[in-house]
């Protein structure tokens, strides 16, 4: 099984619903993050959290919203999606402090999402 | 403002040449410094990382930092045609030791 684990893998909806996207862990690692890429624009951070009391947003945190269930668990939703939200987003998780510093980044697979 | 800058491509070079993609950073207290390579489509994968002036070499791959400079760099010895990807770099100050990324470098490798 994949470490960081991103379901759906694709999503098509309509604008206006609220979609969740799930990401699972078994790194053992307390932070996670939402990251979303689109073409030439690179990776905007979204949301991340550094144990399951801690939420923060990121750049763009807009028309989203997280929920840390667990140490393992964090799940990003839209609450009314819109077309521009059409993206490639993933989950990651990393190490605490000086091992974040040391060990970057571990990523989901990824879900590719579209909202006609 | 953080900032880190790569020329986003495509850079195209021939199998079994060199490749080097560069990197600069703004935060002149950024201490680590992690090369990602992303294939089209898929997540970014870890390859390398360094943060200590100078080169650190992995096989095919060895990554340069001039913290002087400010400078980042992967090399790419022997580039097959499956090292065609996009590279990004990124680099991670302390504090919140959340990384800042760079857009990416298109890499082509032709036969």
């Known amino acids: 099984d994949a470490d960081v684990t991103q379901t759906p893998r694709n999503r098509i909806t309509k604008t206006g619903k609220r979609i969740m996207l799930e990401c699972s862990q078994t790194?053992?690692?307390?932070?996670m993050y939402w990251y979303r890429q689109d073409p030439g624009l690179g990776l905007r951070l979204i949301y991340y959290s550094f144990d399951v009391k801690d939420i923060n947003k990121g750049e763009i945190s807009d028309g989203y919203s997280v929920s840390r269930q667990a140490q393992a668990k964090f799940s990003l939703s839209l609450e009314s999606a819109i077309p521009n939200q059409t993206a490639l987003y993933f989950c990651?998780?990393?190490?605490?402090?000086?091992?974040?510093?040391?060990?970057?980044?571990?990523f989901g697979s990824g879900t590719r999402l579209t909202v006609v | 403002q953080k900032e880190v800058e790569q020329n986003s491509g495509p850079l195209s070079v021939p199998e079994g040449a060199i490749a080097s993609l560069n990197c600069t950073y703004s935060?002149?207290?950024?201490?680590?410094f992690f090369w990602y390579r992303q294939y089209s489509g898929k997540s970014p994968e870890l390859i390398m990382s360094?943060?200590?002036?100078g080169d650190k070499e992995d096989g095919r791959f060895t990554a340069q930092l001039n913290k002087a400079s400010q400078y980042v760099s992967l090399l790419i010895r022997d580039s097959q045609p499956s090292d065609s990807a996009t590279y990004l770099c990124?680099?991670?100050?302390?504090?919140?030791?959340?990384?800042?990324f760079g857009r990416g470098t298109s890499l082509i490798v032709h036969p």
């Open positions: 990651a998780t990393s190490d605490d402090g000086q091992g974040a510093l040391g060990y970057g980044y571990t």
């Open positions: 360094i943060y200590s002036n």
């Open positions: 790194k053992g690692h307390d932070r």
């Open positions: 935060d002149r207290v950024s201490q680590s």
């Open positions: 990124a680099a991670v100050s302390g504090g919140s030791y959340i990384p800042t």
